[in-house]
């Protein structure tokens, strides 16, 4: 997870790790935990990577699906939250699968699935409007030599600037997950049971709704802006 963190951010990758994981130095503090406002920035980091990763696949079916996902709205709405949702939560369930043998690790990296929805909207609220229009406004003016697909290096720039969006705008709600104990991110004491403060259906449904909205709206703005 942190490989690919670093690959989309950069530097900013190495600085989330750095803070969201640090330990405190003193002997008495061994036992404290990193803070929620600490930890949910690796946590933001590692949604908005695995959703990135997806936002490529998006991105690849428009590109080379184009007759297909170009003619029907329906398809191309669908699909630009389906992949990201799914290599997010894919990414994230795999790097569980492989550290199963570290006892205590379930327990201490957890999403549910109402977690993974919102933060999914959330992170592409970021970076689908960056894409659109770094690509509306400057990068399909200049495509020469290369064409524009995804072996455009300018377009990877693009995506990594929409990763760091994407993380900024899923943070805040990455940190009140934490506090209220729905989601678990590098929890130290993993024996120690963990008070979890669930929220009400309706605002859960609220949450999804707004969230979902807020992606679409950010999606459309950003094409207007794009192509203004």
């Given at each position: 997870?942190?490989?690919?963190?670093?690959l989309?951010?950069?530097?900013?990758?190495l600085?989330?790790?750095?803070?969201?994981?640090?330990?405190?130095?003193?002997?008495?503090?061994?036992?404290?935990?990193?803070?929620?406002?600490?930890?949910?920035?690796?946590?933001?980091?590692?949604?908005?990577?695995?959703?990135?990763?997806g936002g490529?696949?998006?991105?690849?079916?428009?590109?080379?699906?184009?007759?297909i996902?170009g003619a029907y709205?329906?398809?191309?709405?669908?699909?630009?939250?389906?992949?990201?949702?799914?290599?997010?939560?894919?990414?994230?369930?795999?790097?569980r699968?492989i550290?199963?043998?570290?006892?205590?690790?379930?327990?201490?990296y957890?999403?549910?699935?109402?977690v993974?929805?919102?933060?999914?909207c959330?992170?592409?609220v970021?970076?689908?409007?960056?894409?659109?229009?770094?690509?509306?406004r400057?990068?399909?003016?200049?495509?020469?030599?290369?064409g524009?697909d995804?072996?455009?290096p300018?377009l990877?720039?693009a995506l990594?600037?929409?990763?760091?969006?994407?993380?900024?705008?899923?943070?805040?709600?990455?940190?009140?997950m934490?506090?209220?104990?729905?989601?678990?991110?590098?929890?130290?004491?993993?024996?120690?049971?963990i008070?979890?403060?669930?929220?009400?259906?309706?605002?859960?449904?609220?949450?999804?709704?707004?969230?979902?909205?807020?992606?679409l709206?950010?999606?459309?703005?950003s094409m207007?802006?794009?192509?203004?």
């Amino acid at each position: 997870m942190w490989l690919l963190s670093t690959l989309f951010l950069g530097p900013l990758g190495l600085v989330a790790y750095w803070v969201s994981v640090r330990r405190p130095h003193h002997a008495e503090e061994s036992t404290e935990r990193v803070s929620a406002v600490q930890r949910a920035l690796g946590s933001a980091t590692w949604a908005a990577s695995g959703n990135v990763l997806g936002g490529i696949g998006v991105l690849a079916l428009l590109l080379y699906l184009q007759d297909i996902f170009g003619a029907y709205l329906v398809l191309q709405i669908a699909a630009t939250f389906l992949v990201p949702f799914c290599a997010g939560w894919l990414i994230f369930a795999v790097s569980r699968w492989i550290s199963r043998s570290k006892m205590g690790y379930e327990r201490a990296y957890w999403r549910p699935a109402f977690v993974e929805v919102v933060s999914t909207c959330l992170v592409l609220v970021g970076v689908y409007p960056t894409v659109n229009i770094l690509i509306g406004r400057w990068l399909s003016r200049w495509t020469v030599p290369f064409g524009f697909d995804l072996t455009y290096p300018p377009l990877w720039g693009a995506l990594c600037l929409s990763a760091i969006a994407g993380t900024l705008v899923a943070y805040p709600f990455h940190v009140w997950m934490l506090r209220r104990g729905m989601i678990r991110w590098d929890t130290e004491a993993i024996s120690e049971e963990i008070a979890v403060r669930e929220l009400a259906l309706y605002v859960k449904v609220a949450l999804v709704v707004l969230s979902f909205a807020a992606m679409l709206g950010a999606i459309f703005l950003s094409m207007q802006i794009a192509q203004g």
